[in-house]
């Protein structure tokens, strides 16, 4: 593992500080640091940092949790041609030397409806 990004909440600056997740991967913060919406930056450089970054997040997740599924998924996720879920997984694979198996990364399908479909699933028990 070459990077290490913190997974912090209540970070100060709106985020804006760097070694925070939020700074290197919120829809928020790109628009800050490229003077353009994520939807608009068609630079694939600047996107493979993104899933770099993304992929030091995971390894982080998989090193504190040990989960067997990553469901990937917000903003900068959906509807983006550029986001590989192969090279996301090939990397994890690649870096995440110490356990014998790694979690499939899989993107998220329930998009912003995920919290009302689990609460409505909560409710039906």
Same mark, same amino acid.
């Given at each position: 593992?070459?990077?290490?990004? &913190?997974?912090?909440?209540? $970070?100060?600056? !709106?985020?804006?500080?760097?070694?925070?997740?939020?700074?290197?991967? &919120?829809?928020?913060?790109?628009?800050?640091?490229?003077?353009?919406?994520?939807? !608009?930056?068609?630079? !694939?450089?600047? +996107?493979?940092? @993104?899933?770099?970054? $993304?992929?030091?997040?995971?390894?982080?997740?998989?090193?504190? +949790?040990?989960?067997?599924?990553?469901?990937?998924?917000?903003?900068?996720? @959906?509807?983006?041609?550029?986001i590989s879920?192969?090279?996301?997984?090939?990397?994890? !694979?690649?870096?995440?030397?110490?356990?014998?198996?790694?979690?499939?990364?899989?993107?998220?399908? $329930?998009?912003?409806?995920?919290? $009302?479909?689990?609460?409505?699933?909560?409710?039906?028990?």
């Amino acid at each position: 593992m070459d990077k290490f990004i &913190s997974l912090g909440e209540n $970070l100060p600056q !709106e985020g804006q500080v760097p070694g925070h997740l939020e700074y290197y991967l &919120s829809g928020a913060n790109f628009t800050r640091r490229y003077d353009k919406k994520p939807p !608009e930056i068609k630079d !694939e450089g600047v +996107w493979q940092e @993104f899933e770099d970054r $993304l992929v030091a997040a995971l390894i982080n997740v998989s090193v504190m +949790w040990s989960p067997d599924v990553i469901v990937v998924g917000g903003s900068m996720i @959906f509807r983006n041609e550029f986001i590989s879920f192969a090279y996301l997984q090939k990397q994890l !694979e690649k870096k995440l030397t110490i356990y014998p198996e790694v979690p499939t990364v899989q993107r998220a399908v $329930l998009q912003d409806d995920a919290g $009302l479909i689990g609460a409505q699933v909560f409710l039906r028990q």
